[in-house]
């Protein structure tokens, strides 16, 4: 209760922060304006830019969160033209400092960038140029480490200090400082100094990372227990999220995407995201085959290719990009209409900033992930040696196998932010399915059942995969893993799929990785739940959605779009014609 009046509270401490400076009345609101558009040619501010660059230019410490594309770097880069003197910018990548050099370059900022692979002479310049009152610098990019480990360096800001040329002290990627976060750096805790050597630069820290964990701990870090914060919202009103099923072959997942770039989004530009290199040349290469203008994008082609492609499809000669992650930097077409995951990307953070490409104009687009548990294996195998691969890429599982929550509160929900359905305003498939009923049934018996096939099957040595297991189940291929006493379950494949996955990100359930001389094989093991079915001390519940309105009025342009009217089999059986989602009560019955 505590908890819910201090985040009440500062809810409340954050709306009245977002007011008081949202003013266009400061001092130098005139120039901020104007220099917006001569110098970064830019029309407009975007939601909290305004707020964030008021209170730094009054010398407020604050931190802001925005999503990744937001917009953050213009929030120190504009003040960093209006002000006097030095701008110091930490950030933690140099391939990051680099894109923004050029971009700066580009519209005629003086910026550099100070590395431990800066030249000698380079590195003289730009000391020299930092300790004068007639420094031409606006912008100094520089490594924690560079920090951390140069006592020159820290001499020469010293000096810039005390001649009042440093005038403010950006830190990107902010969470880096906690532990708490997926990013944590070392060096980035002995940024903590930085207050107390420059008592009045301001610092404004940037992050995409939302928790109160973090924040709370950055401020602690750095030293800044009273710093404002700004947060932009993560939602994207105009963009449509939606799962579907993904096939089970390679040629009717092919049919399905080619009907949906040929009919529903027709003439339209968009990007298909891969797990693989491989897996992005095949669908490109299928979907030339068909007529339609695909063009590849990957890291093992050669920077001109890329290029190409990326020209042509800026300019429409392509109509979508079959791509990797290698797609993102710096891509910002307007009309990007569709973004299709062919396989599960491995977190929502990923998934928010793939999909994210869409819409940037502010029209309705849409955001499609083709879920199969089968992906999620072949995920698992390449995260599962990150220390939060496999937390982050079960949560993006849970969100492909909800049947009935707002896509857009699942996101929300991840980020920090609080969500009702109703502002959804029916932008994702289960929103837009309105008359849906969800009834929740106990599947105990079945997740019991999975847990002694695979108790039986260590008992034996002999190892499963999950493929293996959903066949052992149900009574399927060779003899090895098959438990005589357990009967198939009445139940489509997709549902005892579900059941499976819900089982694993619920930690009843484990994959357990294995690595052969050509690669990673995962197996399934009970997980550290798994003795509370054993002894029955829990109950699993699976939602069930049935009887839906299907005049959805959002999704379906080509008829076979709603996710409910597109699986011929879960209508043709008379117990399964419903749509499962499975989720796990954590009612316990009789634990001790
Ligand atoms: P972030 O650091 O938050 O991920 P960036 O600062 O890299 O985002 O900005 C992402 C893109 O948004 C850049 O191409 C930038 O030029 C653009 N951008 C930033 N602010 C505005 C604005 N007010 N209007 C239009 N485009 C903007
Ligand atoms: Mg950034
Ligand atoms: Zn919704």
């Known amino acids: 209760e505590l908890k819910l009046i201090l985040e009440q509270s500062e809810l409340d401490n954050q709306q009245n922060q977002h007011i008081k400076w949202e003013g266009t009345d400061f001092p130098w609101t005139a120039e901020l304006d104007n220099k917006l558009k001569s110098v970064f040619k830019l029309n407009e501010l975007r939601s909290m830019q305004r707020q964030t660059m008021n209170a730094t230019l009054a010398k407020e410490d604050c931190l802001l969160i925005m999503p990744t594309g937001g917009g953050k770097s213009l929030c120190f880069q504009l003040p960093a033209v209006i002000s006097k003197g030095l701008t110091l910018v930490i950030s933690p990548l140099v391939s990051l400092m680099e894109d923004q050099q050029m971009a700066l370059e580009l519209l005629k900022i003086p ?39 140069s006592k020159r360096f820290m001499n020469r800001l010293e000096k810039s200090y005390a001649v009042n040329h440093l005038t403010r002290i950006v830190i990107d990627e902010v969470h880096c400082c906690s532990q708490w976060g ?97 897996d992005s040349e095949e669908v490109a290469t299928d979907l030339k085959s068909r007529g339609i203008k695909a063009g590849c994008y990957h890291a093992d082609m050669t920077a001109q290719s890329r290029s190409a492609v990326h020209r042509k499809w800026l300019s429409g000669d392509v109509q979508v990009v079959v791509a990797t992650v290698a797609f993102g930097m710096g891509i910002d077409k307007p009309d990007v209409r569709f973004v299709i995951h062919h396989s599960i990307s491995k977190s929502i953070e990923n998934l928010y900033q793939e999909s994210g490409r869409a819409g940037r104009d502010g029209q309705r687009s849409d955001c499609i992930v083709l879920y199969r548990l089968a992906d999620v294996t072949r995920q698992s195998s390449m995260v599962f040696t990150e ?27 991840h980020f920090g932010e609080v969500w009702e359905s109703a502002q959804c305003d029916k932008m994702c498939d289960h929103c837009d399915r309105a008359q849906c009923q969800v009834k929740v049934k106990d599947v105990t018996h079945y ?78 093991i009970p997980g550290p739940k ?63």
């Not at 960038?113 to 100094?140: C, W």
């Not at 939060?388 to 009935?404: M, S």
């Not at 005589?484 to 930690?507: F, H, N, T, Y």
Request: charged share 25%; proline share 4%; hydrophobic share 40%.
């Open 530 to 592: 798994a003795k509370l079915l054993r002894n029955g001390g829990v109950k699993v519940a699976i939602d069930f959605v049935q009887a839906c309105d299907q005049s959805s009025k959002n999704t379906v342009k080509d008829g076979s779009a709603a996710p409910s009217s597109d699986t011929p089999h879960r209508v043709k059986h008379k117990n399964n014609s419903e749509t499962s989602n499975v989720k796990v009560q954590k009612n316990k019955l009789n634990s001790k």
């Open 387 to 413: 220390q939060t691969g496999l937390p982050n890429l079960y949560g993006i599982v849970q969100y492909c196998i909800d049947v009935a929550k707002c896509r857009r509160s699942l996101i929300a929900r």
């Open 111 to 149: 910026s550099a960038i100070f590395t431990s692979a800066t030249s000698k002479e380079e590195a003289k310049h730009i000391q020299e140029d930092m300790v004068t009152t007639k420094g031409h610098l606006k912008l100094l990019y520089v490594t924690p480490e560079k920090l951390a480990k």
């Open 182 to 278: 997926h990013d944590f750096r070392p060096d980035y805790k002995f940024l903590g100094i930085l207050k107390r050597q420059f008592p009045n630069a301001p610092i404004l820290g940037l992050t995409a990372t939302a928790t109160i964990n973090v924040l709370e701990d950055v401020k602690k870090i750095l030293n800044i227990p009273r710093a404002l914060l700004f947060r932009a919202s993560f939602n994207r009103p105009n963009l449509f999220y939606e799962v579907q099923e993904k096939p089970a072959t390679q040629k009717d997942t092919m049919d399905k995407i080619f009907h949906l770039i040929n009919k529903r989004f027709r003439g339209q530009s968009g990007i298909i995201y891969c797990f693989s290199r491989k």
């Open 447 to 524: 997740c019991k059942d999975l847990v002694s096939i695979l108790d039986a099957a260590a008992a034996t040595q002999q190892r499963v995969t999950s493929a293996k297991l959903l066949d052992a189940w149900y009574g399927r291929g060779p003899a090895g893993v098959k438990v005589k006493s357990i009967a198939a379950p009445s139940l489509a494949k997709d549902q005892a799929e579900r059941i499976l996955a819900q089982l694993l990100v619920e930690g009843y359930l484990r994959e357990d990785f294995h690595f052969t001389a050509y690669s990673t094989i995962c197996y399934i």
